[in-house]
């Protein structure tokens, strides 16, 4: 019996296909999601695996994603049982990786991730830590702008928005009020309120296309915040203006994708699952995707695998993660979900030419550049500070056109990001 | 040898219940003054003991203060909400016990106290919805200008308060109700006899005789608004189309920093001002008690 | 003041109360009809009271696409559980710390009393390691572990022993050579089935309505409270009204017929809480 089942993971180790050796047991794995809209794309995964897995279950547990990084948090310290699928952005997944609570990805799949032909570098490194592959690359998350094309064609504006100075002006021009001159239709949707960390990621973004950066690698492994400077008093200065100068929004009108869908904003700027979210709700909405200004985020999104599953679940595991990457299931996430596969050498033309508002996510200027969120555990304390203090800036009409006064509080801000670093020992002298 | 036999029989009947006390009580709460003290990051062995650097750091953390400052409000906010309300609404409802609407009145305000807490919150989410609540379109019927409820720093707390009184008040009824039911009819009746109105009587008479019954329901409604946390988490549950402000409260604090930053020992601290708080608040009723017991 | 005028204040405070009683059933009340609106009808300004063309698809949709039954079981044998666990703990040793007057007890008594003050919330953490530890995270077991037992439980069965046990009648049964076990079981038990009811229904809604704890126990969703599955109720990046109140209104209806049904013992329960001091 003992040999018998180290044969089968000598096997196991040696061959990709795995399952042929195992055609009666029952296995079992568990996908642990964060995006609840991947939900249908695992469940596609599962069903293609049925020809190799004849026998496997495969659990899909999706939840927000706030949700979904605490039980990884809590499942991971402890110990998961059986073999989970881990999906996970790098940054989050670094923390378990170098606390070795995430097994290296094994010979196969560590080829397959690294070679060339599959992935661009920049996921590679985005997958791996010290040269090791952990995780198989899967989608990104990179913002670009959707625009509303009936309504800016009713404000005579032409073609999206291409400096950031424009991006206001558009705002003004588009946004639509009442006879009291407060917006019913904001202009320009700005993330102002809502479940902290996520206002000051969306701020780091306009930051980012002013020159700025939130967090800035001064040397390996030693931050420092990157906002009190200009770049900072233009992005937070263009809030202020839009809320209180040109009032092209306000604090509690609906927003995001929701408000986009029901024509209650004419552009914001998101990430390409909203494509597939408005093919499901507003399907008959007339709008256009354009790159921003300078560049965009590009958040990997990677599956990692853990757990203490038999050598034969893990290996499913990794398989798993290998057959989402599939050109075709990569094809029909695009198609349908609306999230960005990162493999290269996958024909997506079917898709990005039948659904013109991709072409913004791929086919962006030569000059465009990318950030990424930088893979340190503070990152999101850090995140949380911040945007409790933004949430007061926009929340105070007195900073509006005071340069100086927005300076200080930047200032302020940068300094308790600065202290969040140099309690963990990553600030930059 | 009776006494002993009765003894051992006392022992062994509360040993099972003391175990269960000791492992998922006071073993928990000992460890948490343990933790308060350690830096642990959750997915370390190492918990480096540091002695009250977590406190020093909490007194200083413009977040927490906020979650405190935030918390004290609601709480005593609810309860100089709920105490009066309860007060004069157990009054009446007293006073109409023979009314056929008795079991009504009782049922209606004890309702949103068993009621669970989240689909409760959801309802007061919608109401307060800036764009497509009730309140706000009651409010523009009657010519007013719409609040935007849920987003503005002050009506968020504000919004916070009246979900907790709202469920808070059932319970403070039922316990007035009992404290009226109890008063001695006598002296309402001398009342009566010296031509006193309802409402004196109730502002000379309840309101002194039901002062133990009002420091009780007091300080039962302070602890229970310091605990106060699925109210906000719903109130500005992320959904994105929709976000309200995010009140942060202690208990939502702690989870943070527990679970998300990984902050096992600072959270483990924050726990331990909570309860300092609790033990003070009661400790506080306790002196009132007594104090009242000696002037008598 | 006259009969009349009497009658008069009398009408006008009955007024008053159903006013004030319907306001707090409000709420709940527009709850349950948002779950028979249409998605059209529920982002409309301004916002309708009674649905214009009420649809079943809310329920339709949420009885489809999530496991609502399922939580509801969740929650419902959780609560059970912890009804069972409560009353037995609360009622063995209400009893003995009433009528066992030895020293030693006193003490026992007094520290179960002084964990009574400590928040749920301020040992949360530690108690869900030891879950952790013992295996036992998304289970309706480890749920328990938080729910075993109630200070407040042991304090009402010993008041109610306290008052309306005679000592002389224990020790009759004793004098009849009864056991000490048999005396528990077939004399004061049956006694207090009044506070033991009361006890049972507090019990059971306060692990039906428990929020926070099961929020960290349970984090798949198979495992999920209905509290914890309607929280985090989201099909993707937007929440939907109508399906969520469907939801809702679901458990909503269930846990307020049980509590008209069960009124006299919360009542009866909750009200003794009052007696502490």
Redesign the interface.
């Given at each position: 019996m003992t040999k018998l089942a180290s044969l089968r993971s000598a096997l196991c180790g040696a061959t990709a296909l795995a399952a042929f050796t195992l055609p009666t047991v029952a296995q079992e794995i568990s996908i642990l999601s964060g995006y609840?809209?991947m939900t249908p794309f695992y469940e596609r995964v599962a069903e293609s695996m049925k020809g190799d897995y004849p026998n496997l279950t495969v659990n899909v547990?999706?939840?927000?994603l706030?949700?979904h990084?605490?039980?990884v948090?809590?499942?991971?310290?402890?110990g998961l049982?059986g073999a989970s699928v881990i999906e996970l952005s790098t940054s989050t997944a670094g923390?378990?990786v170098q606390?070795g609570?995430m097994p290296a990805a094994p010979a196969d799949i560590s080829e397959f991730v690294s070679d060339p032909a599959n992935f661009g570098q920049f996921f590679v490194d985005a997958a791996s830590y010290d040269d090791t592959v952990y995780g198989v690359p899967l989608f990104r998350g990179q913002g670009a702008l959707f625009y509303n094309t009936r309504m800016f064609a009713e404000a005579g504006l032409e073609g999206a928005p291409k400096t950031m100075d424009e991006y206001t002006d558009y705002a003004e021009k588009l946004t639509q009020r009442d006879e009291n001159g407060n917006p019913v239709v904001s202009g320009w949707s700005l993330r102002l309120?809502?479940?902290?960390q996520?206002i000051a990621e969306k701020w780091w973004l306009i930051l980012f296309n002013h020159g700025g950066t939130l967090i800035d690698e001064v040397s390996p492994g030693k931050w420092r915040a990157g906002y009190a400077n200009e770049a900072g008093v233009k992005a937070l200065g263009q809030y202020l203006d839009n809320i209180y100068d040109k009032k092209t929004v306000?604090?509690?009108?609906?927003?995001?994708?929701?408000?986009f869908e029901?024509e209650q904003t004419a552009m914001f700027i998101r990430e390409s699952?909203v494509i597939g979210?408005i093919a499901a709700?507003a399907p008959d909405l007339e709008y256009a995707t354009a790159p921003l200004p300078v560049g965009s985020i590009a958040l990997p999104v990677n599956l990692y695998v853990a757990g203490d599953g038999s050598t034969e679940d893990m290996q499913a595991a990794w398989d798993f993660a290998k057959a989402a990457n599939e050109p075709e299931n990569l094809v029909w996430l695009l198609e349908n979900v609306g999230w960005l596969p990162n493999r290269t050498g996958v024909d997506f033309s079917s898709v990005t030419d039948e659904i013109e508002a991709f072409s913004a996510f791929v086919d962006y200027p030569e000059d465009y550049t990318f950030f990424t969120v930088p893979s340190i555990?503070?990152i999101?304390?850090l995140q949380?500070?911040l945007a409790?203090k933004l949430?007061e800036a926009f929340?105070n009409p007195a900073m509006q056109g005071d340069d100086a006064a927005i300076m200080a509080f930047l200032e302020s801000a940068a300094e308790?990001t600065n202290a969040i670093l140099k309690r963990e020992g990553l600030l930059a002298e | 040898m009776l006494r002993r036999r009765r003894f051992r029989f006392a022992i062994l009947a509360l040993l099972p219940t003391f175990a269960i006390f000791a492992w998922v009580r006071m073993g928990p709460i000992v460890q948490t003054m343990n933790l308060s003290v350690r830096d642990w990051?959750?997915?370390?062995t190492n918990r480096p003991f540091i002695g009250l650097a977590n406190f020093v750091e909490l007194f200083g953390d413009?977040?927490f203060l906020?979650a405190l400052v935030n918390t004290a409000i609601i709480a005593f906010g609810v309860m100089l909400l709920t105490i009066p309300t309860a007060m004069v609404l157990a009054g009446l409802i007293h006073y109409r016990t023979r009314s056929r609407f008795a079991g009504f009145y009782e049922t209606s305000v004890f309702i949103p106290h068993v009621v669970s807490l989240v689909p409760a919150a959801m309802a007061w989410k919608w109401i307060f919805d800036?764009?497509l609540g009730p309140l706000n379109a009651l409010i523009v019927s009657l010519g007013g200008s719409p609040q935007?409820w849920?987003?503005?720093?002050n009506l968020a707390l504000f919004s916070i308060i009246v979900l907790c009184s709202w469920q808070a008040l059932g319970y403070a009824v039922l316990i007035y109700l009992v404290g009226f039911r109890n008063l001695p009819t006598s002296v309402y009746e001398a009342a009566r006899l010296d031509g006193a109105s309802g409402i004196q009587a109730f502002r000379f008479l309840s309101i002194p005789l039901l002062k133990p019954i009002t420091l009780y329901v007091s300080v039962v409604t302070l602890v229970s608004g310091f605990n106060v946390y699925a109210q906000a988490f719903v109130l500005?549950?992320?959904s994105?189309?929709?976000?309200?402000?995010?009140v942060?409260v202690l208990v939502l604090d702690m989870l943070?920093n527990a679970?998300?930053?990984?902050?096992v020992g600072y959270a483990a601290a924050e726990a331990m001002v909570l309860l300092l708080i609790v033990l003070i608040l009661t400790g506080a009723q306790f002196a009132l008690l007594r104090e009242k017991g000696n002037s008598k | 003041m006259t009969r009349n005028q009497r009658k008069a204040t009398d009408f006008m405070i009955d007024v008053g109360l159903v006013l004030f009683g319907l306001l707090m059933l409000a709420p709940l009340l527009m709850l349950v009809a948002n779950a028979f609106k249409s998605p059209a009808e529920m982002?409309a300004w301004p916002p309708t009271f009674i649905p214009a063309n009420p649809t079943l698809d809310n329920f339709r949709s949420v009885l489809g696409e999530t496991p609502l039954l399922l939580w509801i079981w969740n929650s419902l044998s959780f609560a059970i559980m912890s009804t069972i666990a409560i009353v037995l703990t609360s009622s063995i040793a209400g009893y003995v710390i009433a009528k066992f007057p030895f020293r030693s007890i006193n003490v026992v008594f007094a520290l179960f009393l002084a964990t009574a003050i400590v928040p749920f919330e301020v040992y949360m953490i530690p108690l869900?390691f030891q879950v952790?530890?013992l295996?036992m995270?998304n289970t309706n077991q480890g749920l328990l572990i938080g729910y075993l037992v109630m200070s407040f439980g042991i304090f009402l069965i010993r008041q109610n022993v306290l008052a309306s046990i005679p000592d002389e009648l224990i020790e009759a049964a004793r004098i009849d050579g009864a056991g000490e076990l048999w005396i528990y079981w077939h004399i004061v038990l049956p006694l207090l089935r009044g506070p033991l009811a009361a006890l049972a229904v507090l019990a059971f809604f306060q692990a039906w309505t428990s929020f926070a704890w099961p929020m960290?126990v349970a984090?798949?969703?198979a495992a999920y409270t209905i509290e914890v599955g309607l929280a985090?109720f989201?099909?993707?990046?937007?929440v939907d009204l109508g399906k969520l109140s469907a939801a809702s209104a679901c458990v909503l209806v269930p846990s307020v017929v049980a509590f008209v049904i069960l009124r006299r013992n919360f009542v009866q329960g909750v009200a003794s809480t009052g007696m502490k001091e």
């Open positions: 609840p809209e547990e999706p939840i927000t706030r949700e990084e605490r039980r948090a809590l499942g991971l310290s402890s049982e923390r378990y606390a609570l309120s809502g479940g902290s996520g306000t604090i509690e009108m609906p927003s995001d994708a929701e408000a029901r699952w979210d709700k555990a503070v999101e304390d949380t500070r409790a949430t929340a308790e | 990051d959750l997915i370390g413009s977040l906020t800036a764009k935007s849920l987003f503005d720093p500005a549950s992320d994105q189309g929709a976000p309200g402000r995010q942060r943070e679970f998300r930053n990984y902050r | 982002v869900y952790k530890d295996g995270l960290i984090t798949r969703r985090l989201s099909t993707g990046y937007t």
